[in-house]
Each structure stands twice: as C-alpha cells, then as structure tokens.
C-alpha cells in the first residue's frame, strides 16, 4: 500500500523560509516522478515543482528562484525548500507520485504566510 506522509507546513512571516517533507512508503521515489502541488482556498490544485526519475526539475514560474524540490534516495524522501515565502503562497501543500500507470497523493500540509 503507497503512502505519502508530507510534514514541515507551519505559519511563517513573508521573507521567510519552510522546508518540506514528503515521506513515502510502498513505493521507491527514485523511480517515480514526484511533485509537490498546492491548492488555495476557492482555487484549483496547481504544480508548484516536480522531479523527474532522472532528476530533472520543474517549476512553477510564481515560485522559480525561490524553492527547490529535492529527493533523497537514502531516505525515500523529497523536499520542497521554499524560501523567500509570501502571502500568496498560502495553500495547503500536496506531495504527489506518478507513473504511467499509477499516481497518488498525500494528505496534504497547511502552509500559512502572514504579510
């Protein structure tokens, strides 16, 4: 059974920083894509960043130069190092694994950022 446990969310003033962290059982990140994804009270879910199998990144333009997403192989884990935060940026937080015949999602961290 896949499981995605995300934690790190919190409140924080703008300019700050949180980090991250999607925990993940019955399936090896290393061989998925991974993706962190947000969704806003009244807005759709929305990509904020994801890694690929072979490590490459993407992001979201809203978010470019200010987070990275990261995976430890070792730790079966990924990270969203989010820095530089704003009030937009408030959502709650979604680690997501997908392959070409399977995906799942976590259950979700609240990450507030007061102006």
């Known amino acids: 059974q896949v499981q995605l446990v995300e934690s790190g969310g919190g409140l924080v003033q703008a300019g700050g920083s949180l980090r991250l962290s999607c925990a993940a059982s019955?399936?090896?990140?290393?061989?998925?894509?991974m993706g962190w994804y947000r969704q806003a009270p009244g807005k759709q879910r929305e990509l904020v960043a994801d890694i690929t199998s072979g490590g490459k990144t993407n992001y979201a333009d809203s978010v470019k130069g200010r987070f990275t997403i990261s995976r430890d192989n070792a730790k079966n884990m990924v990270y969203l190092q989010m820095n530089s935060l704003k009030p937009e940026d408030t959502a709650v937080y979604y680690c997501?694994?997908?392959?070409?015949?399977?995906?799942?999602w976590g259950q979700g961290t609240q990450v507030t950022v007061s102006s």
């Open positions: 997501n694994y997908r392959s070409w015949n399977s995906a799942g």
């Open positions: 019955g399936i090896i990140v290393s061989i998925y894509a």
